[in-house]
């Protein structure tokens, strides 16, 4: 408590709350940090205003905070020392970011309106996986819930929270809430870590962020689909209220309901209408026209179908017997035909030739007809046909002539 030192810091935390009588904050530098606090007479008399990424040169002393046991800076003289180096850093790379469009509204996808499957990637033993719990439960218990536990500060959370949606992804969840309690600037650094920023923009599922409280923005903030201020927030964000769905669901049956008794109404008119039509109140009645229409029909039919059978009776009686003459002319007209024709066929018979008084003569094989000596031998058994029978013959001597 005797020793006054200086000491440059970011502030990381601040506490100025109306009523204290001092203002509570703590400095870092990347690798630790430091509890301090300034009485409101010297804060406001130094004429610096602090603010968490500022980086300020405070000169004091150490002291003890008896009752807690806790040892704390006390300063005495402040000053600003120039732009907090880890939110200058992470001010340059939300910039390249948005230069890559990451960052644009276009890309920001639509929450499911009613999820069956929500995925959580958290760490497993901080607030914010039971304050999740606890919203969705009440509010939307019909989802399944995954939990992706995975480290969220800490020189490995960056890949851990990486490796977390991967593995949330591969369950295949309707949207993905990446969350973690409120702390520090530097105990939300991993959020800001580029790769973590790349895992966020490429997720093929919707993505919710809640991290921190209110006032914190982390560079994953700005490339999920929607940001919301706490986990709690985050869970309400991506699930709806019981109560309003089951509200919606009263006003849709209601408006069904009344539809459908509209159209009952309508369908119940109509069948009135239809019941006091007389076809309806005695369908007898309407047949009677028919039904005399049918009656004289069938007197017609019955006076005018023994005439009409006469009459055809008649004409087929007509039909026959000119079909019988003309039967009888045209048998006459075909043996006269045949007649000639036999008288022909019998002028033009060879039989006919051999009456006469004619001759075939055949040849040794009996049915090659010889027509001149020079078509046998002498000594050739020859077949002469006469007209009644016929002669075996041998060829004694010919005489042929040219």
Same mark, same amino acid.
């Given at each position: 408590?005797?020793?006054?030192?200086?000491?440059?810091?970011?502030?990381?935390?601040?506490?100025?709350?109306?009523?204290?009588?001092?203002?509570?904050?703590?400095?870092?530098?990347?690798?630790?940090?430091?509890?301090?606090?300034?009485?409101?007479?010297?804060?406001?008399?130094?004429? &610096?205003? +602090?603010?968490?990424?500022? *980086?300020?040169?405070?000169?004091?002393?150490?002291?003890?905070?008896?009752?807690? %046991?806790?040892?704390?800076?006390?300063?005495?003289?402040?000053?600003?020392?120039?732009?907090?180096?880890?939110?200058?850093?992470?001010?340059? $790379?939300?910039?390249?970011?948005?230069?890559?469009?990451? *960052?644009?509204?276009?890309?920001?996808?639509?929450?499911?309106? #009613?999820?069956?499957?929500?995925?959580? &990637?958290?760490?497993?033993?901080?607030?914010?996986?039971?304050?999740?719990?606890?919203?969705?439960?009440?509010?939307?218990?019909?989802?399944?819930?995954?939990?992706a536990g995975v480290a969220v500060e800490g020189r490995d959370a /960056?890949?851990?929270?990486?490796?977390?949606?991967? &593995?949330?992804?591969?369950?295949? /969840?309707?949207?993905?809430? $990446?969350?973690?309690?409120?702390?520090?600037?530097?105990?939300?650094? /991993?959020?800001? #870590?580029?790769?973590?920023?790349?895992?966020?923009?490429?997720? /093929? &599922?919707?993505?919710?962020?809640?991290?921190?409280?209110?006032?914190?923005?982390?560079?994953?903030?700005?490339?999920?689909?929607?940001?919301?201020?706490?986990?709690?927030?985050?869970?309400e964000e991506v699930a709806p209220d019981t109560g309003?769905?089951?509200?919606?669901? #009263?006003?849709?049956?209601?408006?069904?309901?009344?539809?459908?008794?509209?159209? +009952?109404?309508?369908?119940?008119?109509? +069948? =009135?209408?239809?019941?006091?039509?007389?076809?309806?109140?005695?369908?007898? !009645?309407?047949?009677?026209? #028919?039904?005399?229409?049918?009656?004289?029909?069938?007197?017609?039919?019955?006076?005018? +179908?023994? !005439?009409?059978?006469?009459?055809?009776?008649?004409?087929?009686?007509?039909?026959?017997?000119?079909? %019988? =003459?003309?039967?009888? =002319?045209?048998?006459?007209? *075909?043996? %006269?035909?045949?007649?000639?024709? %036999?008288? =022909?066929?019998?002028?033009?018979?060879?039989?006919?030739?051999?009456?006469?008084?004619?001759?075939?003569?055949?040849?040794?094989?009996?049915?090659?007809?010889?027509?001149?000596?020079?078509?046998?031998?002498?000594?050739?058994?020859?077949?002469?046909? $006469? !007209?009644?029978?016929?002669?075996?013959?041998?060829?004694?001597?010919?005489?042929?002539?040219?």
């Amino acid at each position: 408590e005797t020793v006054s030192v200086s000491v440059v810091g970011e502030v990381s935390e601040l506490s100025d709350k109306a009523g204290y009588k001092a203002v509570y904050f703590t400095l870092s530098d990347g690798r630790s940090s430091m509890q301090c606090l300034a009485w409101n007479d010297d804060y406001r008399a130094s004429g &610096v205003a +602090l603010r968490c990424g500022a *980086m300020v040169e405070v000169e004091g002393s150490f002291g003890v905070y008896a009752p807690k %046991g806790r040892m704390q800076f006390v300063a005495r003289r402040l000053s600003m020392a120039g732009e907090g180096v880890l939110r200058v850093r992470v001010a340059e $790379l939300a910039k390249a970011l948005a230069a890559e469009g990451l *960052m644009g509204p276009e890309r920001k996808r639509p929450l499911p309106s #009613h999820p069956r499957r929500i995925a959580l &990637v958290t760490s497993p033993r901080g607030k914010a996986v039971w304050d999740v719990i606890r919203t969705l439960r009440r509010r939307y218990p019909v989802a399944e819930l995954v939990v992706a536990g995975v480290a969220v500060e800490g020189r490995d959370a /960056p890949q851990a929270i990486v490796e977390g949606i991967a &593995v949330a992804v591969a369950e295949q /969840p309707d949207v993905l809430i $990446l969350a973690r309690g409120g702390g520090s600037y530097e105990d939300l650094m /991993p959020f800001n #870590h580029e790769s973590v920023a790349r895992a966020v923009a490429a997720c /093929p &599922v919707p993505i919710v962020t809640g991290i921190g409280h209110e006032p914190d923005t982390t560079i994953a903030d700005m490339v999920a689909d929607r940001r919301a201020s706490t986990p709690t927030a985050a869970a309400e964000e991506v699930a709806p209220d019981t109560g309003d769905v089951l509200a919606l669901l #009263h006003k849709d049956a209601r408006l069904m309901a009344r539809g459908l008794g509209a159209r +009952l109404a309508e369908a119940s008119q109509r +069948l =009135r209408a239809m019941a006091g039509r007389p076809v309806m109140r005695e369908p007898l !009645a309407s047949l009677g026209i #028919h039904a005399q229409r049918l009656d004289a029909a069938r007197s017609a039919l019955s006076r005018g +179908l023994p !005439a009409r059978l006469t009459s055809v009776r008649a004409q087929v009686e007509s039909l026959a017997a000119a079909l %019988g =003459r003309e039967a009888a =002319r045209s048998v006459e007209r *075909m043996c %006269g035909s045949v007649e000639r024709a %036999g008288s =022909r066929l019998e002028d033009l018979s060879p039989l006919a030739v051999l009456g006469r008084g004619y001759a075939l003569c055949y040849a040794p094989d009996g049915s090659t007809i010889v027509r001149a000596a020079g078509q046998v031998e002498i000594g050739d058994a020859l077949v002469v046909k $006469l !007209a009644r029978g016929s002669l075996a013959c041998e060829v004694k001597d010919r005489d042929e002539v040219e």
